[in-house]
């Protein structure tokens, strides 16, 4: 087949769809099934994986068979495509046989350009089904969320087997598999039981760089959930909770606050669920508290934050559910409460009976988990390098890059701590301890404890402060914790060695949150981005589809930025293509207008730069994804100058230098031999080798002699991942 340009793709892919550029490696996917190869497309979720066989189905002569296992996920997807123009249809389990007849009919006489089936609809050995196929003659199958076919996923769906059998019937017709699913096996899996011939396989970078990274310790974690919320009221989210009971209690005192919340778990039965699934799609409820249950079918774009109450079972599934957030390419949260308690929780539940090797597997993947929660380092860093690519050591935007760090010796508080669990007699728990070592006047605290010389000797702390001290000593076993209920502060042999002035204890420490120079968004009145909405809601009502159905929040915010004037400058806007400007164009340009002169705002739409143009420059200036407050730190040390030079000019600890300097090590743009000596160098690197730990410092200085820093080990691990990567 003669390649398609370029320039005919980006059209027709403004044409249909609004985009004015392919995201990752949509543009190489398309090609590939235009050139009838076929494709395995792993795109983590949000990405744009429909794109890649709804663009080709648009340039292919014929119908497009689309194999989706989730009939919301269908509806919601073809009412989508019937926004931009386009005749989708679904055949599914939860539709008339009337309205299946008339759907084949407009098939049959080839009205359809995409036809979406649910597997189950395809039966065993049904040659009427094949012959059906046949006769509309098809120019390519769409497998999505591909990676139900494989055993070893997560989501097995053994009717997924049954499409083995398209290769053979229809052999010379390609197939595109797609998936969010990164693992080796799964990919494996795909390709042989779809026996896909030779395909191009296609791999994007799985950073979500518009999603923030928080983890907090988990302290009265509603609070928490409460006031972001509040502060975040015109903005929906979802709550992820393990326990069918906690996600009742979280939306109800969430409802008692007047927040519009509802809850979401497997328990209901599938009317109650699906009624809450479409009053959140609607924005009629801004905030759904949800057990994993809920998501799979969700294809909402403007999801704000995503919060995690409780630990995930591993860092698949928490990586994929807070890849809801965020589709729409806007800045999104996902906040994750961590406590040991719940790891301990889960150790129990990852027993699977009779079966030690799953056992195992669940436990192994528990554990890394929890690695990442205590993780000393860049967040985003660590989920990249779990899902096996390689990033700089600085994100600037997760909790760990935002706040800056400070190794500080904390020997005197952490005496202070662990003399307070001696003289109490190792009976309370870390907040009983805090309470008593800041002096609470609390009646909680014993009248007899009060008058220990302990009591109150830590004032000088913030509760927060100490959280996390006991946090770091727990951490590196200068304490224990019982893993019962109570969670019982106890000393052990290294705990005394520190009460005894015998070992030191060096810690990191954050400090108060560094303000990182921001991006600079462009301005636009609140106003007018509330008038749109308004007419975006009015086109939903009447056309009774989901708000973003008609465009998404991203397009309205553009809008509301550049003030279009004409149906030409409308075009510009990112999710406008043809048909949506003729068919929402003229509602959307009157209200600006109208703004416009009440306000007397001339057009900006010179300032929107085609974004082709520049992209090559952004990427070539993108490279290293790292903030402009490490290039800072870095054009400082080409200068010549040191680490303790930089840190005192910028007021950044000397540590938070260093991070932002290993980064520059990673990239090779720094030579490892300005921080560490050969000889160190072969005998730090030699340590990381045997011990195969690439995150966490502190096992890798424990096994070093005591004149090695974190600041040498730090680099040393940079260089390491860097030469083997
Ligand atoms: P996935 O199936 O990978 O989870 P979708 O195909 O549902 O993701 O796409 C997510 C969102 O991104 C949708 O709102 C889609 O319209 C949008 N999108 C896809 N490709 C582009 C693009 N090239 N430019 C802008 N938005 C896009
Ligand atoms: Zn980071």
Redesign the pocket.
Known sequence: MSKITTEKLHHA?KHF?G?D???LT?QSIIESVLDREDTLAI?P???????CYQLPAMLLPGITIVISPLIALMKDQVD?LQANGIYGAFLNSSQSPDEQRRIIEDAKKGAIKLLYIAPERIPANSDTFFTFLKGLNPSLFAIDEAHCISSWGHDFRPEYLKLAILKKQFPGIPVIALT?SADKVTQKDIVEKLALSHPKIYISSFNRPNINYYIQPKKNAFGHILEYIKKHKDDCGIIYALSRASTEDIAGNLHKAGIKAAYYHAGMDSAERGRVQEAFQRDEYKVIVATIAFGMGI?K?NVRFVIHHDVSKNVEGYYQETGRAG???LRSDAILFYSFGDIMKLRRFAEVEGNPQQSAISQKKLQLMQEYCEHEGCRRQYLMQYFGEQFPAYCGSCDYCLSSLEEKDATVDAQKLLSAVFRTGERYGAGYIIDFIRGSASEKIQPDHKLLKTYGIGKELKKEEWQWMVQQLLYHHFLDKTEDQYATLKLNEKSWKVLKGESQIKLVLRKEKEVVAEEQEPEYDPRLLKILKGVRFDFAERENVPDYNII?DNSLVEMAIYLPETFDELKHI?GFGDYKVSKYGAGFLKVIKEFAKEHNLPSRMHFKTPKRATKEKKERKEKPAVGNTMHTTFAMFNDGMSVAEIADQRRLSPMTIETHLSVFVATGEIDISKFVSNSKLSQILSVIKSSGQTHALKPIKDLLSDDYTYGEIRMAMEYYKRINS
Request: hydrophobic share 40%; no cysteine.
């Open positions: 892919l769809f985009y550029e392919f995201r949509q795109m979720t949000g990405a744009g994986k429909s794109i989508a969010a294809d774009s589709r729409d390419g998404a990112s």
